[in-house]
């Protein structure tokens, strides 16, 4: 059942939400609620904790990088922590994203286009007109 403008399906429920964490397998773990119940806060918490960890990891790179005595297994150490945590931020932001109310917007993206560039085309008609 595809979701709504609002990202809730025609029966009420909303949309799946894409967790923090995957099973065991490596594959996505998904929520149906309404974001407010015990799962729903736990992933809060995780995405929070995701998030803040990413928001500190740039000065621990400027720090490392600088130092001469930064030694190669130092190095992979925080390259395999930068990649961890955009893969953490690019999932949160995933879900997140997926849970957004579609734009509630009757125009039509390839109608404005199209106006801007009768604008355009007028305006350049009538600079020329006044150059003659």
């Not at 964490?21 to 594959?27: A, C, E, F, R």
């Not at 809060?44 to 995701?50: A, L, P, V």
């Amino acid at each position: 059942m595809a979701p709504n403008a609002a990202g809730t399906s025609s029966t009420g429920t909303t949309a799946p939400r894409l967790l923090p964490w995957s099973t065991p397998d490596g594959n996505p773990c998904y929520l149906i609620g309404d974001g407010t119940g015990h799962v729903s806060r736990i992933a809060d918490n995780i995405e929070s904790i995701q998030l803040g960890m990413a928001d500190e990891l740039p000065g621990y790179v400027g720090d490392l990088v600088d130092d001469p005595k930064a030694t190669a297994p130092q190095l992979r150490y925080l390259a395999a922590r930068m990649a961890e945590s955009l893969r953490d931020v690019t999932r949160i932001a995933r879900s997140r994203g997926a849970r957004l109310p579609a734009p509630a917007c009757d125009d039509d993206p390839e109608e404005e286009v199209d106006e801007e560039e009768e604008e355009e085309e007028e305006k350049r008609e009538t600079d020329r007109g006044l150059a003659i």
